[in-house]
């Protein structure tokens, strides 16, 4: 069993930053596809930006969508342990409830699959964003 926990979320201003951080206990041996969701009131949740922890088979890692492509920096901390969403030039878009989450052990991101929202097992219980024009 996987938890993860995420932290970072607040308020800001329009154009600020903030960073998220989601903790895990992984196998850091074994690869992993993991990464960011949002969900904003009454719309679906969507990914934000995954990567793989260990490989990068397809030669895409990390896999962002167009919407925060440039903003958005998706890493992982020096232990594999920790992901990271760093978020710069924020904007009231962006406001919303942000998940990590996790596919089973030993699975890889690709381009075509990574933001299907049903291939992702775990998931953390989310952090608020909300930013302010």
């Known amino acids: 069993q996987l938890k993860l926990v995420e932290s970072g979320g607040g308020s800001v201003q329009a154009g600020g930053s903030l960073r998220l951080s989601c903790a895990a206990s992984?196998?850091?041996?074994?690869?992993?596809?993991m990464g960011w969701f949002r969900q904003a009131p009454v719309k679906q949740r969507e990914g934000v930006a995954v990567?793989?922890?260990?490989?990068?088979?397809?030669?895409?890692?990390?896999y962002y969508a167009d919407s925060v492509k440039g903003r958005f920096t998706v890493s992982q901390g020096n232990d594999k342990n920790t992901l990271y969403l760093q978020m710069d030039s924020l904007k009231p878009e962006d406001t919303a409830m942000y998940y990590c989450a996790a596919r089973r052990d030993v699975s890889f991101c690709s381009a075509g699959t990574w933001a299907q929202i049903d291939t992702y097992y775990y998931w953390g219980q989310g952090t608020q964003v909300t930013v302010s024009s």
């Open positions: 992984l196998n850091t041996a074994r690869n992993r596809c």
């Open positions: 990567l793989n922890t260990v490989l990068d088979p397809y030669g895409g890692n990390p």
